[in-house]
């Protein structure tokens, strides 16, 4: 499913966030979202997935987003947020059968729980199905709730930093995972990403943003060079490139550029 963004605005109050961004998103592609905090990389996520009202237009496919049903969205689009509310005490298999939502009438169906049982296998969390969501660990929530955004079948997939709490062999577990399902399954996988290498590695487009704007857009050679990591980061960096793909060697950060707000 195609993604197009015409002119999209989001403002908190008097401070502008997003300003008038415009771009074309194409399915079987993973696109990662790079900028410091506070950029506005979030806020877009949740722009597109209606979470937030923004001016402008955003369209699936030719149809505009705000024309239509809630639950026509929550079945091509899947969401990822950064941090899980608490939950009251459920099992890893019914949490994630709360993305079958969308589909469901007053009860499950033996093909919503056969979905939920492929998610749980294809994840790698089928061994604690039936443990508490509330007694894992964060990485394992966090992979808990991948499953639960999968189990939508969904057509775009949102993941707002996923790997945060992941260690690194699940950090590219996951990452080739969504490699596999925008290859096999031509699934829209859009997430924002702070290592700038595991973006290189695994994404077909980065998108880097910089104060609401994208600054710079296309794949990982063209947009991670120097001039534009110092540009967006205030960090000198070197960047080699490693099997045709670039690998970023940050060297120094510059005082009083880009700071936390």
């Excluded at 894992?136 to 949102?158: C, D, F, H, T, Y």
Aim: glycine share 8%; net charge positive.
């Amino acid at each position: 499913m195609k993604l197009r963004l015409e002119k999209v605005r989001f403002t908190y109050g008097n401070r502008l966030v997003l300003d008038n961004i415009s771009l074309g998103l194409e399915p079987g592609k993973i696109v990662a979202i790079c900028g410091p905090n506070g950029v506005g990389k979030s806020t877009l996520l949740k722009c597109i997935n209606r979470i937030l009202p923004s001016q402008g237009s955003i369209f699936l496919e030719d149809r505009e987003v705000k024309t239509l049903k809630r639950l026509w969205i929550a079945r091509q689009v899947g969401y990822v947020p950064q941090e899980t509310a608490q939950v009251f005490s459920i099992s890893v298999f019914e949490m994630v059968m709360m993305g079958r939502r969308p589909y469901l009438g007053w009860k499950s169906r033996s093909q919503d729980r056969e979905k939920v049982f492929e998610i749980l296998e294809l994840m790698g969390i089928s061994d604690f199905g039936l443990r508490d969501f509330n007694q894992l660990s964060g990485g394992q929530q966090q992979k808990v709730i991948i499953a639960r955004a999968l189990a939508q079948e969904p057509e775009i997939l949102l993941l707002d930093e996923p790997l945060a709490s992941l260690d690194l062999g699940h950090q590219l577990e996951v990452m080739a995972l969504m490699q596999q399902l925008a290859s096999d399954q031509k699934m829209l996988v859009i997430m924002t990403v702070h290592d700038l290498n595991l973006a290189a590695w695994y994404a077909d487009q980065i998108l880097m943003v910089k104060d609401g704007n994208i600054l710079c857009a296309g794949d990982p050679s063209a947009v991670l060079t120097p001039e534009t990591i110092w540009s967006v980061y205030g960090v000198a960096a070197k960047v080699k490139i490693e099997e045709g793909r670039p690998y970023v060697i940050p060297l120094r950060h510059s005082p009083g550029q880009n700071r936390l707000r």
